[in-house]
């Protein structure tokens, strides 16, 4: 395994160790008390989360409606090494085999995709965003992340 890839897995396991392991959280919400999200020019900004080297910002494209698809704008900062795929869904509690909807890149660390909403939107539910990475290590947005709907 080249040098790189040591230090970026070592700095996974650090993250998700500090974490409480992965799906933890450990990101800031703007009604959390943390970061306030960045606007954005794809309509409603859901939050950015630091990830080991870089950090993940997702936007909506319209309102979200129960039952209907919704497209959302996955901006990864400073993507090296570049994810081989990102995946997305909605979801409340973590599930690792839940597999996720592939987003289509569309310039060099800017990606999307369309997810559909389920009816009705439960109670916490939120944007799930999965990177996976060429020497295979992957890096998850943690439950509190990208809230759709909080209590």
Not at 5 to 16: N, Q
Not at 48 to 68: H, I, K, N
Not at 91 to 97: E, K, R, V
């Given at each position: 395994?080249?040098?790189?890839?040591?230090i970026?897995?070592?700095?996974?396991?650090a993250?998700?160790?500090?974490?409480?392991?992965?799906?933890?959280?450990?990101?800031?919400?703007?009604?959390?008390?943390?970061?306030?999200?960045?606007?954005?020019?794809?309509?409603?900004?859901?939050?950015?989360?630091?990830?080991?080297g870089?950090?993940?910002?997702?936007?909506?494209?319209?309102?979200?409606?129960?039952?209907?698809?919704?497209?959302?704008h996955?901006?990864?900062?400073?993507p090296?090494?570049?994810?081989?795929?990102?995946?997305?869904?909605?979801?409340?509690?973590?599930?690792?085999?839940?597999?996720?909807?592939?987003?289509?890149?569309?310039?060099?660390?800017?990606?999307?995709v369309?997810?559909?909403?389920?009816?009705?939107i439960?109670i916490?539910?939120?944007?799930?965003?999965?990177?996976?990475?060429?020497?295979?290590?992957?890096?998850?947005?943690?439950?509190?992340?990208?809230?759709?709907?909080q209590?």
């Amino acid at each position: 395994m080249r040098l790189s890839h040591r230090i970026l897995t070592a700095l996974l396991l650090a993250t998700l160790i500090g974490c409480g392991g992965p799906g933890a959280g450990g990101g800031a919400t703007a009604g959390s008390g943390g970061t306030t999200p960045p606007p954005s020019d794809h309509g409603q900004a859901l939050g950015t989360r630091a990830v080991p080297g870089s950090t993940v910002t997702v936007a909506s494209d319209g309102p979200l409606q129960a039952g209907a698809a919704a497209r959302f704008h996955l901006s990864v900062s400073t993507p090296v090494p570049v994810p081989l795929e990102v995946r997305a869904w909605i979801g409340g509690a973590y599930d690792p085999a839940i597999v996720g909807i592939q987003a289509t890149p569309v310039a060099i660390g800017t990606y999307d995709v369309t997810v559909p909403i389920p009816s009705p939107i439960p109670i916490d539910s939120h944007v799930w965003v999965r990177m996976v990475f060429a020497d295979g290590s992957v890096i998850e947005t943690g439950r509190e992340d990208f809230m759709l709907v909080q209590r």
